[in-house]
């Protein structure tokens, strides 16, 4: 099969001059590091109008409905999924309650993702998002580059509750992507609907520079107006001799530990978005700094099964959701017509036995580790009850006595602190359930 | 078709008034709440039976993709079934309810059959013809002629759209395969 690498003019369909000698600029900038790959925003003028309107819609909108209550976008979406979506057409119904729906999951994507995209829907451009997950079966999702652009508005939406409104616009650096791995996919680009500031995706793992010092050198270059990353390359950020200072970080992907998070606000005084997000499903919420995580999309439904965040609708025409268990876990409250997530716990919830057989769930374990800076860890606990705890920071004496504390003043703990991960990991096992 | 049946009219009217309790989800798997078997053999009972039907284990056979709306079916023919004109008929539903469930499983949604006017006669005319009746008034070769074109032409609707379906299925897993889609997009953060 003919399967051409893209051109530029795919890749930036609305590319000027300013935009070009932007990224040519950061390519060839002395302290540079090896960008290792090609992307683009992809975005053509008619995309361009498509994204603007999101953005002035997701600007104005609220995520409203009442316990017990649907909001009114919803019956519309659903009988549009039942007949138009080849995998709800085969559930046999043309309306129906939510409820009475089976809820679908990452297995059923898995097995084959182009039925769950609309019969009407163009798929010439259709893009993909691969997702390793942290269970190791990898997922394909089918996107657009609508749907890639259409990020930024629900993260403005976030920035906005901080106070940040971001303005970086022609010839400045809009954002710095930092990711920290050994294999990381890495790039330049530029965002249209922000006047062709650049988007700049880099590795800080050392393999990726020339010179490690360059990597301050080059950050300070860009003085990017946000960054974007998680828990382990913020970790890595957070220690280099950075001048400049961002006006917010977003994080996403990983737990951040409330002790990582005041850490960063001190380094930057700026503030620091935790940002629950899917690539199933895009930036679903984010924690506001009151105890509770807002909802970002209006057009997205939470509900819970047994526990599981429960997603219907979305930001993807391309993969419409109806109840989609995301393998994720919270309690939703509302405040007023609003409803909103506390006690997000990543994964499904793993019970721990203590010493005096109580059993304890995982959130209790990341309470414990509030106060340590750690960017990622894991914990096991094995067949005889002994524990495993590695990580790759802090002290391997205070962290086992915050571990003692929880599990018994006698329990085996094993605690490494030179843990090297790569990547998103499985965070809490037990060989007991 | 040799013996007279109810009227087809009668029938109708039925199915379009199905109460929506009989489309409710079989209770199967995770979901679901509409217990098929029992719904049925209410049916039976109501006709004279006094013991439960063996038979009835067939319809909890599962294994095949239209499993749901097979159960779904079933359910809408219990309810066609359960009009008074059978009572008296002496037939044997247990049979012609499950052959024609089958059948029509892979076809026609069972919301389908209720709703869509064309779809409501064939499923009164199949059951009809799977009892061996023939809507009253008709002859017996009109009554074939009329299930034969009814069938016929929602079977050939559904071939060419499961044909295009698989077409446009194949597209879309090419175009996701491919460099170029591979490569993504600009996303301002990573998941």
Redesign the interface.
């Known amino acids: 099969m003919n399967d051409p690498e893209p051109e530029d003019e795919e890749r930036y369909p609305l590319l000027g001059e300013a935009g070009r000698e932007l990224m040519r600029g950061l390519r060839e900038h002395p302290a540079a590091p090896i960008f290792r790959n090609r992307s683009g925003n992809r975005l053509t003028s008619e995309d361009l109008a498509r994204v603007l309107e999101i953005e002035r819609e997701v600007g104005t909108s609220q995520v409203r409905w009442a316990p017990g209550e649907k909001p009114g976008w919803l019956a519309g979406f659903l009988a549009r999924a039942l007949s138009h979506v080849p995998h709800y057409r085969g559930y046999g119904r043309t309306q129906a309650e939510l409820e009475e729906l089976p809820s679908i999951t990452r297995g059923d994507l898995g097995r084959d993702i182009a039925a769950f995209v609309p019969d009407d829907l163009p798929i010439e451009r259709m893009i993909n998002f691969r997702t390793s997950g942290t269970t190791g079966h990898p997922l394909l999702v089918a996107s657009h580059p609508t749907v890639a652009a259409s990020y930024l508005a629900f993260h403005k939406k976030a920035l906005r509750h901080f106070g940040v409104e971001l303005r970086a616009g022609a010839g400045r650096v809009g954002v710095a992507l930092v990711g920290y791995q050994r294999k990381c996919f890495t790039y330049v680009s530029v965002t249209p609907q922000m006047g062709e500031s650049a988007l700049v995706k880099l590795n800080l793992h050392p393999d990726d520079w020339r010179d490690p010092d360059d990597r301050a050198r080059y950050l300070d270059a860009l003085d990017p107006e946000m960054y974007t990353g998680d828990p382990v390359s913020f970790s890595e950020l957070v220690t280099l001799p950075l001048r400049t200072r961002p006006r917010a970080l977003l994080s996403t992907s990983m737990t951040l530990l409330p002790e990582t998070r005041r850490r960063l606000e001190d380094r930057f005084a700026c503030p620091v978005i935790d940002v629950y997000s899917l690539n199933e499903a895009g930036p679903v919420a984010f924690d506001a700094g009151d105890d509770t995580w807002h909802l970002l999309q209006h057009e997205l439904y939470v509900e819970l099964v047994d526990g599981e965040i429960t997603l219907t609708g979305g930001m993807n025409p391309w993969l419409p959701l109806v109840r989609y268990r995301t393998g994720d876990y919270a309690e939703l409250v509302f405040h007023g017509g609003e409803p909103r997530l506390v006690g997000l716990a990543g994964r499904a919830p793993t019970r721990f036995r203590t010493e005096s057989g109580e059993l304890l769930n995982n959130i209790e374990v990341t309470h414990a580790l509030a106060g340590f800076a750690l960017p990622q860890w894991t914990l096991l606990q094995r067949r005889d009850g002994s524990f495993d705890f590695r990580t790759s920071a802090g002290n391997a004496t205070v962290l086992r006595a915050a571990l003692l504390s929880l599990f018994g003043a006698n329990a085996r703990i094993d605690v490494a602190t030179d843990a090297v991960f790569d990547g998103k990991v499985r965070q809490y096992v037990s060989e007991l359930e | 078709m040799t013996r007279e049946g109810p009227e087809l009219e009668v029938l109708l009217r039925r199915l379009a008034e199905t109460p929506p309790d009989f489309l ?2 079989p209770a199967f ?3 679901g709440h509409v217990h098929t078997i029992a719904v049925v053999n209410d049916v039976l009972i109501a006709a004279g039976a006094s013991t439960v039907d063996q038979r009835l284990a067939e319809l909890g056979k599962l294994g095949t ?1 239209h499993d ?2 097979r159960l ?1 079916l079933a359910q809408v023919l219990a309810w066609l079934l359960a009009d008074p004109w059978f009572e008296g008929a002496k037939c044997d539903v247990l049979p012609a309810l499950l052959a024609a469930s089958a059948e029509l499983a892979p076809l026609v ?4 059959a209720v ?1 869509h006017p064309e779809r409501r006669e064939e499923l009164a005319r199949l059951a009809l013809s799977k009892l061996g009746l023939r809507p009253a008034g008709e002859s017996e070769e009109l009554a074939a002629d009329r299930l034969t074109a009814l069938s016929s032409a929602e079977r050939a609707r559904v071939l060419a759209a499961s044909r295009a ?1 698989e077409e ?6 090419e ?2 395969a ?14």
């Not at chain 2, 889609?181 to 990573?190: F, L, P, V």
Request: aromatic letters at 2%.
């Open positions: 409710g989800d798997g995770a979901s993709p749901a709306n779904r949604a069972a919301q389908r709703e379906a446009r299925a194949r597209a879309i897993r175009q996701l491919k460099k170029a889609a591979e490569e993504s997009a600009d996303k301002w953060s990573r998941e």
